[in-house]
């Protein structure tokens, strides 16, 4: 266990050390099972993260015979701690480069004798030390051997030193090193962000090391397993800060130009973690959690606007409900967020140093929205909740992402619902995270949650690890049973196992997690009321596609069945053999929180209809049935496409927003499939008729749109009514966004529009105006100094239907003055969302493949989800070949980080094909009857 965790400091003696090393019992069963399977298989690395022909097979298919040619570490030395020196120059050097200086001593342990020192590090250009790159020493009287040759290997990312002599078991040794680096502006390790602020550039330093960067800011073990001590110290310019993971020590030394800042050392931690930003930011602070100092960092401006105050506001109250919830004290002695205009993830849990988009932290209560403010609530409370799970406790590989980015994804909405109690967020935790990961488990090219550890090796593996599947099934697996501690958990799991008659197998807990963890995929529950069966399958979203990927629990599950009866809750319990019976209608997964589906005999299937038609109140009926009426189901053949339909009947009297969030994101399908089609003509008449009595209820509620609803999620739904009653013509609905934008265009100082309203308002106006709103929106995104502001308006200005406004659009997206980088791919997305922008985007991104995939391919976080943003509404043969062709066509620049997005986008569009082909005459008839 000691191996798989590593817990830097004594705390949580209790509850934290408990719970974790039941976790870690899991993992570590799972990764020796991954082993003993990889074993077994005659063609390891046959898995979802390489499952296309990419141009360099990955070193998985073979052990290269060299040490340095394989991508792991060797397990020979183990880094101890490091001194780090950093100089970032925010001016361009007489070349006109922007570069950064450093030395770094580590410190490390022998624990296998070699004569070899492999140590990664990339893009820098290291000092000749009498014809070596480093300098070697021993610690405590111990004589170093002498380097014979040292060299850098650019594939594997490392650097080699051949020693004469071996290095002696036991003993500890220093490697010094100097080096440069370019400060670029790729986003990637230490960088350079840049950005206007009253007409003036500025220049920051930052950095971002998962997974793989901190290797380009400085040589070091970087592996998250390599947990060492860091000691830090920043060279800046005067009038600048410089920040850490630790707090900072000391800053000026007299009669220098520059100011040195150092840092406490670090807790032990992985390299991924380490975060340096020097830049001209101001703070705001707080003292009241035990004199724990928590800051808020951004833009002078910001601050001075008052945009970082709900942030402080919040960040106090969900480290206090943490350090109950792990029963451990906040690891650190400062905690600094900061909100960087530059940033490529939405934020990152460095340790101590957390890093946002400035719309993930920066909140205006003057133009943000609630949405807005929910966002910066549950990403702090996502964030904060690493600085145990992952920060402290830590993952060995990145295969095991799902435990760390699973449990944030869960506990973030505790934390988020401590924060903010009359949110309902755990409610929203089934529309915002499940719903993501059924739609991509459901595919045959899925993967499981624990990968073998050699599948995950170059960096975009690992940055496809980062996928859907990771952030959002994990914690329904393993978590969702239940809010209590997850110690209090499993003995509650262990009882109901053993409490079940009729299981053959050992029935430990770990038997159970194992099924989730270890096989892709979930199932579907069938009920059969008639014969009281219930019986369980793979669910695939094509049932006919072919799995792969063998799993030695023939894809089947202990589900953990909770059903009602007539209105009566039945007990939990485990799915094997269980019979239920009569003429009551019986619901299953009754709070709706099991990671699987459920389907029922016809009979049942109108009991419950006819229930909710008569009364939806009953306890989360319209969500179980949105669920069911989910296009999953129909897809994958398991109810048919016209019962799914018939669930929606009900809406017109429903005035909830989770009812309805739900059928709108699954009736989207049906609109990305059909609006391009005669169906489209039908859909609109229905949904019209639906939505309306919805809009009807918001304008009086309002009292003709002139207040806000007083509930949160009333508030949401507003958002809903308005806009799908605008896309689907609602008479005076168009009327009303018009003018209220119009108002906005006649006064440009004075918007009108309540911040909630603004996402919808723009891009219908946008939509249905002309090239005049186009060019506000524009003007006002160029101009506006709050980003979530910005972040709306570029979202609206892809909703023209103008198709040379959409071109235009398209090619500003590449010059960063325009769009900034890390926007770019997600403004080309919004472009392909809409249905006049869809082909022009497919041509865009065709014919630019390979610019676009140098500027933004490797590791880019949000690289792949462009490949499935653009493909979504692909459904039709000549659509299909096309992305084979496209595929084709740049085998030799490659796909990076949309590898597996590709495989999954053919895959999808055959499915797709299909279920058009198989549909849609009904639906054109389904919709026609019910929209008279
Ligand atoms: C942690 O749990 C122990 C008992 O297991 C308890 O004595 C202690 O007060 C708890 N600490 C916190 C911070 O809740
Ligand atoms: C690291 O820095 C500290 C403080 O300056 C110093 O005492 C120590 O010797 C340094 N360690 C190495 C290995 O250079
Ligand atoms: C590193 O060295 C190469 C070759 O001399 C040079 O082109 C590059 O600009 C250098 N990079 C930095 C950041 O100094
Ligand atoms: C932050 O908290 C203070 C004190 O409770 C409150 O007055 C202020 O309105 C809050 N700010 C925001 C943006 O929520
Ligand atoms: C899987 O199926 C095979 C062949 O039908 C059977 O021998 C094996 O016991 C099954 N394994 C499990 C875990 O059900
Ligand atoms: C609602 O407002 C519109 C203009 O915004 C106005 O034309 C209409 O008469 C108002 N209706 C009621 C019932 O006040």
Redesign the pocket.
Known sequence: MGKVYYISKNVGLGLLVLGVSALATIIALSIAYDKEKAKNQGRPGDGAADSTSMPTPPATLFTPKEPWDRYRLPDSLVPVSYNVTLWPRLEPNADGLYIFTGHSAVVFKCVKETDLIIIHSNKLNLTNFHGHLAKLSGLDEVTAPTIQKSWLVVKTEFLVLQLRSRLAVGATYVLYIEFQGELADDLEGFYRSEYTEDGVKKVVATSQMQATYARKTFPCFDEPAMKAVFSVTIIHKRGTVALSNGREIDGVIDGMPVKVTTFEPTERMSTYLLAFIVSDFVSIQSNQNNNLLIRIWARKKAIDDRQGDYALNVTGPILQFYERYYNATYPLSKSDQIALPDFNAGAMENWGLVTYRETALLYDPIVSSTGNKERVTTVIAHELAHMWFGNLVTLRWWNDLWLNEGFASYVEYLGADYAEPTWDMKDQIILYDMYKAFAVDALASSHPLSCREEEVNDPAQISEMFNTISYNKSYLNTFAFDNTEYTDLWDHLQKAVENTPGIHIPHTVHDIMNRWTLQMGFPVVTIDTRTGSISQKHFLLDPDSVVDRPS???Y?WFVPIKWMKTGVEQQQYWLLQKTVSGQDWVLANTNVSGYFRVNYDLENWSRLLSLLNTNHKVSHLPIHLSNVSDTLHCFSKIISTTLALTTTKYLSKEKDYIPWESVLRNLNYYILMFDRTEVYGALQAYLKKQIQPLFEHFRTITANWTRVPSGHTDQYNQINAIGIACSMGVRGCRELIRGWYRQWMETPNHNPIHPNLKSTVYCSAIAFGGTEEWDFAWMKFKNTTVASEASRLRAAMACTKTPWLLNRYLEYTLDPTKIRKQDATSTIQYIAQNVVGLPLAWNFIRARWSYIFQQYGKGSFSFSSLISGITKRFSTEFELQELKKFKEDNLHVGFGSATLALEQAIEKTTANIKWVTENKAQVLKWFTEASK
């Open positions: 030695q629990f023939n089947t």
